[in-house]
């Protein structure tokens, strides 16, 4: 069983530019969530992705943005980024069948992006 | 809206002692889950325990155990007999029915060899 892989691992950027972070979901997981994990603090959660749609939104300035492919990988994109945009962004994934998210979501070892 | 206190921002316990993390949270919810995940300095974040609120039976996982009583809105984590690869920060955490995770702001637990 393949588990949830994240890329990159570190990401520098400045203040200002674009960025993209990328996920494979676990095998047999067809649902994606971003959150964003702040030093010393708890994650956040930023959305969720099901059937290449968002299935729920934190709260979030729309220049968080995200995408999920026919193979359920994820791509997370935030525009115009802000000193404080720099964090760990976990990614998990988890099950829906039936119109129902599994409770149980399994998460990546992130991406540690820095904004100068 | 739900949040998730953890009052304990750090806990030191020696080699093969026991340790209790505290966790309370709040929502006007009746279904939920709630979980402890554990996060070591390599990032990752590992479920350690489940838990779902209409069992009124606490969860076991091997050495990890919680406390869980619905009514004062309290799911505390015991660790027994523990051990250095317990060394993580832990989050507590929450899910409704929206099926997003609200975490506590976590606890950092170092195990003294």
């Known amino acids: 069983e393949t588990g949830v892989t994240q890329s990159p691992t570190h990401l520098i950027k400045t203040r200002g530019q674009q960025v993209t972070l990328r996920c494979s979901s676990q095998s047999g997981h067809n649902t994606v969530s971003w959150y964003q994990q702040a030093l010393g603090q708890g994650p956040q959660f930023i959305f969720q992705?099901?059937?290449?749609?968002?299935?729920g939104r934190g709260n979030f300035p729309p220049r968080f943005s995200g995408l999920q492919f026919p193979n359920y990988s994820s791509e997370l994109n935030v525009n115009a980024l802000e000193l404080d945009d720099s964090a760990l962004y976990l990614c998990a994934s988890s099950y829906t069948t039936g119109g129902r998210v599994t409770d149980t979501q399994y998460f990546g070892p992130g991406t540690r992006l820095t904004v100068l | 809206a739900q949040t998730v206190t953890q009052s304990q921002p750090e806990m030191s316990v020696q080699e093969a002692e026991t340790v209790t993390l505290s966790c309370t949270y709040d929502?006007?919810?009746?279904?939920?889950?709630l979980f402890w995940y554990k996060q070591p300095p390599s990032r990752q974040m590992i479920l350690v325990i489940r838990?779902?609120?209409?069992?009124?039976q606490n969860a076991t996982e091997n050495r990890f155990s919680v406390n869980f009583q619905k009514a004062a809105k309290s799911f505390s984590l015991k660790i027994s007999d523990s051990q250095l690869g317990d060394t993580a920060m832990y989050f507590c955490a929450f899910m409704t029915n929206d099926y997003k995770l609200s975490f506590g702001a976590g606890t950092t637990v170092t195990v003294r060899a």
């Open positions: 838990q779902e609120a209409y069992k009124q």
């Open positions: 929502t006007s919810e009746n279904n939920y889950y």
């Open positions: 992705y099901y059937r290449e749609e968002e299935n």
